[in-house]
């Protein structure tokens, strides 16, 4: 069985090890949504991972679901991002970009007063952080379908984008009660009637949005830089299916078609039952690497690994406070703790200061 530290083939790209960095929003890209320098230190601390995967990357200039995360929607973010990728390739780094659209789980005040959009016109219930201070969420607008061609060129555009910019490839969202993931869940995609029933009702329907993008990505960059994240039990921002397992078989069977370079399942939590039933189905209909990610330990991950219900792991709090992540795996040194209340915010504190093992060794030493 392999191990955390063996390498891996992951589509078009060589992994060193096992051990991958998760997308995680950290909102430093402030209001100009322009990757930064203080961006590209935070990543090529942590370039040691087999595969960075960067934060969720807005693919239009009015989907912003909070102030300060980055966009890859025109040349400046381009710009911006090119410097950060860079920075990782001079460590030995691999990166990915994660394209995203929030959907309705953004603001019209984020947005120049632009109307949220959606499968169907049901509000989250819940409060959304504004530049005016926590406000309801706002009732969507349902797109048509012949609106939704502009909604796969805008992932289309952004996986360009991310080559440009030195991205070894692009992870679709489809998770969390994002854009991608409102389309295809139930409690959420009530379309029917002229005008709104190719993308709604069955299972091959509600994935129809997803998949169109996902070919898009793969026109750009080829079916093996091109990644999909599903998170089929999270209830994130309001959303439900009805029918995890038959959803998780049709989506995995379809991406298995198309020989995409990986699978990536964000678990509640991998120990229930109903999590390893999800990564089941997914290893039956997925023929790819399969990643898992959610609350792992160095115990858990290689356990998983060893039972061959995933082929990677990906580690998100671990990272946030251990740059040196794969180098304290290996060593089996202590790990430092993240503190919750510096994840979000404009600087340095609790982005860029975690101390390395080798600092807190030679710290000790002095």
Aim: charge should be neutral.
């Amino acid at each position: 069985m392999p191990s955390l530290f063996d390498p891996l083939a992951l589509g078009a790209l060589t992994l060193p090890n096992r051990i991958l960095m998760a997308p995680l929003t950290r909102i430093r890209a402030g209001r100009s949504h322009i990757a930064n320098a203080l961006m590209a230190e935070h990543y090529a601390q942590r370039a040691s991972a087999g595969l960075l995967i960067a934060e969720a990357t807005m693919v239009a200039a009015d989907g912003c679901a909070f102030t300060g995360e980055p966009g890859i929607y025109d040349e400046a973010c381009v710009a911006g991002w090119r410097g950060v990728t860079q920075a990782v390739r001079a460590r030995g780094g691999r990166m990915q970009l994660q394209i995203w659209h929030p959907g309705r789980s953004a603001h019209s005040s984020l947005n120049g007063g632009v109307q949220p959009i959606s499968s169907g016109e049901r509000a989250i219930q819940g409060l959304i952080n504004t530049p005016d201070g926590k406000q309801p969420y706002e009732t969507p607008r349902r797109l048509r379908d012949d609106e939704l061609p502009g909604i796969v060129d805008l992932f289309r555009q952004a996986t360009r984008r991310a080559l440009q910019a030195g991205f070894d490839g692009v992870q679709l969202h489809g998770a969390h009660g994002y854009l991608l993931d409102q389309f295809l869940r139930d409690s959420v995609n009530d379309r029917s009637g002229p005008g709104y029933e190719r993308y709604g009702g069955s299972i091959e329907n509600r994935a129809r949005l997803l998949l169109e993008c996902v070919d898009a990505a793969v026109g750009e960059a080829g079916a093996d830089r091109v990644g999909v994240r599903r998170a089929p039990l999270a209830g994130s921002n309001d959303l439900r299916d009805s029918d995890p397992e038959a959803l998780v078989a049709h989506v995995a069977q379809q991406l298995g078609q198309r020989r995409i370079a990986y699978l990536e399942l964000r678990h509640v939590d991998p120990a229930l039952d109903a999590e390893r039933r999800i990564a089941g189905v997914a290893r039956l209909h997925f023929s790819g690497p399969l990643l898992r990610n959610g609350g792992f330990t160095p115990a858990t991950a290689q356990a998983a690994l060893d039972d061959g219900s995933a082929d990677a792991i990906v580690f998100g709090r671990a990272f946030i406070a251990n740059p040196d992540l794969v180098e304290r795996l290996r060593a089996g040194a202590a790990l430092n703790e993240p503190n919750p209340q510096t994840y979000y915010g404009p600087d340095a504190k609790g982005y860029t200061d975690y101390p390395t093992l080798e600092a807190q060794n030679l710290s000790v030493a002095g």
